[in-house]
């Protein structure tokens, strides 16, 4: 077993770490404030020529042709609705903020269709429990980010810990301290806060393979359950073993599983939906 | 009289829809027809409840859907499965689930989960 290692240590081979586009940082700032106005996300995406061609891309892909494209950032947050143009920004913004297929062995699609499917299970699950949904979108976009991480300050290490979880049928967090010394949540909620995300991102990035470590994070329970119901979707990885639950997490929510059936559907719609986002 | 007439008959509709043996497909927004019987919640752009599961689709709300950025929705299908049929089908998805769970302790919500994972893949028709 590797010893704990510090998280400049592990970075010390890493040039640069992923930067986010300036405009997805101040969307994702603002995720929880009621008060921006259609004009302020317009603004924030237009100025970045990059993002925008993505957006306006990410917005036309589930649409259907002969109702016509949407030309426009204005058009694309009048049509499709803030809060959705929000989590394409940050689907979209955060995607292409990492270097993709650098790692062989690494299933970098089915990564992202995982993030996607964490991010649809949270939404619903918000919605029934009354939490902000957009966070929970966002923290759950961001979940696992840590792994990319990983992948780029340690590759070979990292693929040790993908070969060691599948051999042990250990978590992958799990397999990542034996070998690496470092997880892909503490690293992950480290860059979350390098990036200036809120607090309550931060620390649910942090605790969601832990939510009942003190203090508790409402957030944390969101991702952790929602991951959990994502793995039971196969959303992403088929045919994964779900990872353990914490019960605790489950019963802060007040969410039982025997209640959710008539969601699944529509989970499973939303899920379609958004990773055509992806591509 | 003709009241009566289209009354009863809407009446039957309503009785043999009832009595039908339902199960839900995915299909793509572009498939969906006017007529057709939503399976699922559909929420608005702001996260309302837009149509709840049972709502008729018709040329109107189906306009609405095509603005948004929606490519697939659940639909209400009759469940044409033979008995047989459905048993074979209800072993083979469980063995799945079943492996998808073998690596964690077993407690009552993992079980509630695995019920419910079960029942939806049995009911779906993906």
Redesign the interface.
């Known amino acids: 077993m590797n010893a704990l290692k510090s998280i400049d240590e592990l970075l010390q081979n890493v040039d640069q770490l992923p930067a986010l586009p300036k405009a997805v940082i101040e969307i994702i700032r603002c995720i929880d404030d009621s008060d921006i106005t259609v004009q302020d996300v317009v603004k924030l995406i237009g100025n970045d020529i990059g993002l925008s061609t993505s957006i306006l891309r990410a ?1 036309n ?4 042709s002969v ?1 016509g494209k949407i030309a426009s950032i204005n058009d694309a947050v009048m ?6 143009i929000r989590e ?1 920004v940050c689907t979209v913004g955060v995607k292409e903020s990492f270097p993709q297929n650098k790692l062989s062995g690494f299933d970098y699609i089915n990564f992202w269709r995982h993030s996607v499917g964490v991010a649809i299970c949270g939404k619903e699950l918000a ?1 029934i429990t009354g939490v902000n ?1 957009s966070v929970v979108y966002i923290s759950a976009m961001l979940h696992d980010i840590g792994q990319l991480v990983l992948s780029m300050a340690a590759p070979n290490e990292f693929r040790e810990a993908m070969q060691y979880r599948a051999s042990h ?1 250990c978590q992958d967090f799990e397999a990542e301290q034996i070998v690496l010394g470092m997880d892909h949540a503490k690293i992950g909620a480290y860059l979350a806060t390098k990036w200036g995300l809120p607090k309550v991102i931060c620390d649910a990035i942090e605790k969601h393979h832990m939510p009942d470590t003190a203090p508790t994070n409402i957030m944390a329970d969101l991702i952790h359950v929602s991951g ?2 994502s ?4 959303m992403g990885y088929i ?7 914490s ?1 605790r997490s ?1 019963f802060r929510l007040g969410i ?3 209640r ?7 989970i ?2 939303d899920y ?2 958004a990773i ?1 986002i992806l591509n | 009289m003709g009241m009566d007439l289209m009354g009863m008959q809407n009446e039957t509709f309503r009785t043999v829809r009832e009595k039908m043996k339902i199960r ?1 497909k ?1 299909i793509p ?2 498939l969906a027809e006017s007529g057709m019987i939503l ?9 309302q409840v837009m149509l709840t ?1 049972g709502a008729e689709l018709s040329d109107n709300l189906l306009a609405s859907l ?9 639909i209400q299908e009759e469940d044409l499965r033979s008995e047989e049929e459905l048993a074979i089908e209800r072993e083979k998805i469980t063995k ?1 689930i079943d ?7 077993p ?1 009552s ?2 079980d ?6 079960l ?2 893949r049995l009911e ?1 028709h ?1």
């Open positions: 917005a892909s589930a649409r259907i109702h049509i499709i609705g803030l809060k959705q394409i919605y949904p049928q959990i119901l793995h039971a979707l196969e045919g994964h073993p779900i990872p353990p639950l019960e489950l039982n599983f025997a959710l059936k008539p969601y699944l559907a529509q499973e719609c379609r939906n055509q | 839900v995915l927004l572009a399976a699922s919640t559909i929420r608005g752009v702001n996260g599961a095509h603005t948004r950025n929606i490519s697939t929705i659940s799945h492996a998808l769970f073998q690596t964690v302790t407690n919500n993992l509630s989960l695995r019920l419910l994972i029942d939806y779906a993906l």
